[in-house]
């Protein structure tokens, strides 16, 4: 079975195997293992071991981003979150729950956030001090684009912390470059295509020492965490690290050096994401958003306004035909989401375009086209 999901994804067989071991995590034999993830992580986010941390946590992305609100935005502080999708719904949860004060921002939801509009918004209200971009959305498969909207941020003087989650590994990210970004946070389990239940922070260094007292978690402190290894050498966790996890994403990490990096890695995804946009095409399924700015994470596809339409029905007809998709989908109009990432190639989205097709078929759905466009 394939994973056509935006996370976790499809994994290497590799990947796989370097779970299947017991492992003591407090060893001296692991840090190494984790020690050596940590280098890599600093050099594929801009080698910026010198001015940054890479922080990790044992959780999901959610953990990753509550812990960069909570240790680098005061208590009290204000975020801009241009509100993107459900992902950037989800940021301004986690920073209300945590006394954080959100300042919402329309965006349009079929195209990228305009960076003239942070502009504004930050000119319009100065005690705002950060701002929370998603830089791939997952709900629309928009890529938003952090270099220009770190410019605005940058001009305006406050610091942005970028929701990298479906992004880091495969589109660009060179921290060295953004003195704006005081955080990018991202997981294993996506681009980089291991096993979920890790994430990280990369974060300025003397933004985590300004935040000292301000996270009001222990587990989520980033400020402990950057502590703990200063104190303690990196290659230890405070708590329980998922040990093989960590070993699974050491192998990926490997083995996307071995494929080229990160511009090979979007080169791959791109082309899977160009199979699919011109397969759905070619079937009569129409694409949510126009080629020119689909992103190459996931695709939503218009629902086909038949009766004899159903997503859950179509998910089992997949299932039965080797790939598995996400079971809801979170545009306006009813639609159906493939994520384009993990360890897939071209190949197995003209096989994919293929099940689709028979899917549709066994389903008795005769018109393909959607009720209406996108708005
Ligand atoms: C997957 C994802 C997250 C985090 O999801 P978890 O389920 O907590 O790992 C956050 N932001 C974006 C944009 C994502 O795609």
Redesign the pocket.
Known sequence: MLLLI??PVTTRPEVKAAMAQDIAPWDAGFRPLYAAVRERVGQLAGDVLDTHAVLPLQG???FA?EAAIRSLIPPGGKLLIPMTGS?AE?MARLARETGRIVVELAASPVGPVDPESVARALAADPSIGHVGL?Y???SSGLVHDPVAIGRAVHAAERKMLL?A??AFGALALDLSRHPEIDAAMF?AN?CLEGMPGLSFVVARTAAVQAGRGWAGSWSLDLWDILHHGLRDGWGCFRFTPPAQVLAAFRTALELHSAEGGQPARLARYTANARALYDGMRAIGLTPYLRQDVQGPIVMNIHAPHDPAWSLPKFVDALKARGFLISNFYNTDQPSFRVGCIGAVAPDDFVRFVGAVDSALRAMGVVRRAPLRLAA
Do not use: F, L, M, Q
């Open positions: 935006p996370g999901c992305g959610h981003i992902y989800r998603v791939s959305e997952t929701d989650v479906s997981t996506k």
